[in-house]
């Protein structure tokens, strides 16, 4: 492939990934070109070329774009060697229903985590800030840490000498910071997340690993503030490493195709 044809490539990958992570409200132009850092003259003109081949839809009456049904096809395909939420599922409702808080299931992608299954527990006061195709840097929320923790250090280094945490996530996301948390992740075996991406909304994950013994995917609590009290934590670590556990084991089994 030429240069110029995989700078192309490039930029549309870029703009399905921002569409995916806003596709169930939808997203303007200008949305996409503000969360791409392209000008919006070509985020139009790969979108109007996307929309021909059927890859995103716009909604002619409020002009959002959304993934379209292309999309949809080639996923229903692709799932059959790629698709591990089937696996993920029950895991996922055990802690909802067991805690009581929201539970999650992400997949590592490059160098971000992005959020494949949500179900929430019966506890009634809810966190947003995960949601099913949220994407976040490794190193951001607990998914992102405990992935991250469990990499080997020279990945760690090259990650944190690579990513600027702090320009969007704040001080908190430092070199420094990051470090001093894979250190208490890697001691408990899980990762906390103390309202560090929205005040008061806290986070614990568990990583799931695949064959090569890599971190490739991680099961998430997440809640407000008071229901991840130090005196809780065990409890609910405890919860999420037996899940990540039998998880691992399942998605070891002879017919699973690793996506990694």
Known sequence: MSAPNA???????????ALSATNET???????????????????????????EGFVDRDQRTGQWFLGPELYLLGQTAGARYDVTHHARASVHRLAAK???????????GSETVCLLREDGDFPIRSFVLYEGARFPLGV??????????????EIDAHLE?????????????????????????????????GLVVEGSWGMAAAVFDRAGKPAWA??????????????QPELGA?????AHALTRA????NHQSPR
């Open 7 to 17: 700078h192309l490539v490039g930029r549309v990958g870029t703009v399905l990934r």
């Open 26 to 52: 939808g997203a303007a132009t200008s949305d996409l070109a503000r969360a791409t850092g392209l000008p919006r003259p070509t985020v139009h003109r790969l979108l109007s070329s996307l929309a021909e």
């Open 99 to 109: 805690t009581g808080e929201s539970a999650f299931f992400s997949a590592l992608r």
């Open 141 to 154: 929320v607990s998914a992102g840490l405990v992935i991250l923790a469990f990499l080997d250090d020279a």
């Open 162 to 194: 690579s990513t600027d945490l702090t320009g969007r996530w704040g001080p908190s996301h430092s070199p420094e910071a990051v470090r001093t948390r894979i250190a208490r992740t890697r001691r408990d075996g899980y990762a906390v997340n103390p």
């Open 219 to 232: 099961l998430t609590l997440t809640g407000i503030e008071p229901r991840f009290r130090p005196e809780r």
């Open 239 to 243: 919860l999420l490493l037996h899940e």
């Open 251 to 254: 998605l070891d089994a002879p």
